[in-house]
């Protein structure tokens, strides 16, 4: 079970870096100068979704981070 866990954050933290990285370049494409409307205007769509996205990783290192459900007594605990 922890071996499963471990995999689950190692995983998380490899999309998580994933998604910081892809707001990171978007962040940097909209200072660039010169932006067409249409382009920047897709470019926010794309951060808002990328923000939306570490929303939803919170959410499952937080659930990580509780006492599984399935380890019957509470006792485990998963360390982020």
Do not use: F
């Not at 998604?19 to 909209?30: F, P, T």
């Not at 990328?50 to 007594?73: E, I, S």
């Amino acid at each position: 079970m922890q071996d499963e866990y471990r995999d689950m954050r190692l995983t998380l933290a490899e999309v998580t870096a994933s998604v910081r990285g892809v707001i990171a370049d978007i962040d940097a494409a909209l200072n660039m100068s010169g932006l067409e409307r249409a382009a920047r205007d897709t470019l926010h769509d794309a951060r808002k979704n990328a923000a939306q996205a570490m929303q939803l990783l919170d959410k499952c290192v937080t659930r990580l981070a509780t006492p599984h459900a399935a380890a019957g007594d509470g006792k485990e605990w998963v360390q982020l």
